[in-house]
Structures are given as C-alpha cells and as structure tokens.
C-alpha cells in the first residue's frame, strides 16, 4: 500500500491516521509487526492476525568467491519462489529483482520461461525482495543497502504492468525507501503498447529492450514475441520513449552460437540502430542445461564488439558476475524446485 492507502487503512480499523504513517516506515525499514515497537501490544498481535508486513522470506542464499554476488532465492507466502540477485558495484549494490514466478514469453534462451507463467508478483512483494535484502545485508552487519534496482529477474515486467508501474510508484513514496528512479533500470522483451504506455508514465527509469537479433528472421528464432511485434516497430516505441523521457535506451543482445554473432549481424545492427540515442549491451549467452543454444568466444564477442565501436555505436560488454552461483536468469529455482525440500538451508 502507498503510504496514503495505509493511512485510509488504518482510519477504516478506527486507529488514528498517524498509526499508518508509523506503520508504512516500519515496513519500508524492512520491520515485521513484532518490531514496531512505537504502536501498542495489542496492536501489533492484531495486525499480525489481519495483515503481512514481509511477504518476501529468504529459502537460499548463494554467495559468489569470484566477486562478491549474492543469490537469493526468495520465498512468498503462498510456497511460490522467486530469484533474486545482488551485485557490487563501484556506485553501490544493484539488484536484480523478479517480477513475476515464471514467465509466458518463452525465449528459446531463458531458463524462467521453461514451466510458463505461474502468476504475477504484487508490487508489495517486489518491494519485498529489496527490504529482504536490506535485511540480509544488515543481518551481515554491514552499513550499505540497496542503490540501484532492476527488474531482470524472471517474469516480463510490462506483462505485470498495473503492479510493476505501482512498485515504481512505491520506490519514491515519502518516508520510504527512497530508491531514485534514476538508479531504475526495467527490462523487456518489447511489449510495443506497454513500452508507449510506459514511456507516458512520467517515471524516468531507465528502458533496457532485449534485442538479440538485428531482424526479425533471426529474433522470431529466439524470441516467439517477435512473432507479434516487429524490430521497426519496437524501434519506433523506443524512439518515443527517448522523445519522452531524454533517456537513452539500451539495448540488450546475448551473442549465441551460429545465430547472430557473424559479422552481416554486427553490420545490420549498426544499420538499424544508426542515429539513435541508445547503448548497447553485449551479453555473452548463458548456456542453460535445458536449452540447446550456447554462447561464443570471447574472440568472438571482441570482434562483434569491434564493429560496432568502429561505426560509432556506444557498447559494451556486459560483466559476467556470479558466474559460480548459477547467476542467470531462472537457474536457481528450476535447480531448487526440482531438488528435495530437505536439503535445503533454513529460513532467514
Ligand atoms: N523479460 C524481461 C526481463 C527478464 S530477462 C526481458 O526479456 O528483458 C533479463 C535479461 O536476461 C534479458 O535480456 C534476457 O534476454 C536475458 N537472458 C535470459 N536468459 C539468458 C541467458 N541464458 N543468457 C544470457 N542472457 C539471458
């Protein structure tokens, strides 16, 4: 609930307005009823009875040696599961949060879309996963929370529009977690009406579009979404967006195997991409143990790489991180969910 809700909430139960003020920054602290030890007794154990402060609890936690990584499989109330990843970087703690248990967009690629979609995350439960990792970091005693949020994990954002748009809402509430949308980073596989929706929303975060391909011949290989919206007319979408919003777009492309790293690909997506105010983000492809496609050389990323520097498209590489954590997208839970309950960690 937005802070303004809580506050209508709690009149309703017939407690005065200042209660829900008291409880919303309770919640965004990362606190369960238990704690909120400025509200009366039996205040507490009756909103424990009505309501859930946390809906996001830790299953597992997976620490990377090579640089600091941290998995998280995330547990809802209803026993669904959820990934998680927080990364270390020079300008803060970025994570990766999951907006939906599962996803129906099928990229051939992907390990979240292999079981479909389950069902969406709330915005509640979003927020959830980011005070769950404050929880985590303070658990560890350590002083840094949170900066920087994006929303990569499993699901399709723009396919859970009504809740991801209230999430990004939540970030900026007063008295809350106060997450600029400018350290926001949301990433689709090109939902064309969502993205002018979106782009119309007045929240400045930063659009990552998964490309892959530089043509619809090859992108109808790898992502069945292309099937109903094409590159020029997700081009277009995100030509608007940077109308809107004066950010630029950034691109996502995982070099795989045989499909799209050649050289005609590299050309054909300087072409494509020419003039526009955007970035692009090579990913060297995850090789996942379900998925028949694999990923390249790291010749091969450098010479692609190349093409486009040398035509004056902004790129980089993307850092593999947590690569000894099953870090990509999906591989946790699938690992999880197919693994017996008794071997897994207790609870945080
Ligand atoms: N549905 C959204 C966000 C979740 S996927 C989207 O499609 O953008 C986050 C990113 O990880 C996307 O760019 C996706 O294409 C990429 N991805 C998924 N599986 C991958 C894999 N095995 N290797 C590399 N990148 C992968």
Avoid at 134 to 160: A, I, T, Y
Wanted: aromatic share 6%.
């Amino acid at each position: 609930m937005t802070r303004d809700e809580l506050i209508a909430w709690v009149q309703e139960q017939k407690l005065p307005a200042f209660r829900g003020k008291q409880i919303f920054e309770w919640i965004h602290r990362g606190a369960d009823f238990g704690d909120m030890t400025n509200l009366p007794k039996e205040l507490r154990d009756g909103l424990k009875e009505k309501a859930v402060a946390q809906p996001v609890k830790i299953r597992l936690v997976r620490k990377s040696m090579l640089d600091g990584t941290i998995k998280f499989l995330y547990e809802l109330a209803d026993d669904n599961c959820v990934e998680g990843v927080l990364m270390r970087y020079k300008y803060g703690i970025s994570l990766c949060i999951s907006t939906q248990v599962g996803c129906r967009m099928g990229c051939r690629f992907c390990a979240s879309t292999l079981e479909g979609r389950v069902r969406d995350l709330t915005a509640g439960e979003m927020l959830g996963e980011i005070l769950t990792a404050n929880r985590f970091l303070e658990h560890e005693g350590k002083q840094e929370k949170v900066s920087h949020v994006v929303l990569m994990g499993s699901g399709e954002p723009l396919d859970n529009y009504g809740q991801v748009i209230r999430f990004l809402r939540l970030l900026r509430e007063e008295n809350g977690i106060r997450i600029g949308l400018r350290n926001v980073s949301l990433s689709t596989c090109g939902i064309v009406p969502r993205m002018y929706d979106l782009a119309k929303e007045n929240l400045p975060v930063t659009l990552s579009v998964s490309l892959h391909a530089p043509n619809d011949v090859i992108r109808k290989k790898l992502m069945p979404v292309a099937n109903t919206w094409s590159i020029h007319e997700i081009l277009e979408a995100c030509r608007y967006y940077i109308r809107e919003t004066g950010r630029r777009v950034i691109f996502e492309y995982a070099l795989t195997e045989g499909l799209n790293a050649g050289k005609a690909e590299a050309e054909e997506l300087t072409e494509i991409l020419r003039g526009m105010q955007c970035h692009v983000n090579l990913i060297p492809l995850n090789t996942v143990k379900e998925r028949e496609l694999s990923g390249v050389s790291e010749e091969n990323v450098r010479f692609f790489m190349k093409i486009l520097e040398e035509r004056h498209i902004s790129v980089t590489r993307r850092r593999e991180m947590g690569d000894d954590i099953e870090g990509a997208c999906g591989q946790l839970r699938r690992k999880t969910i197919n693994t017996s309950r008794s071997e897994q960690h207790a609870k945080i």
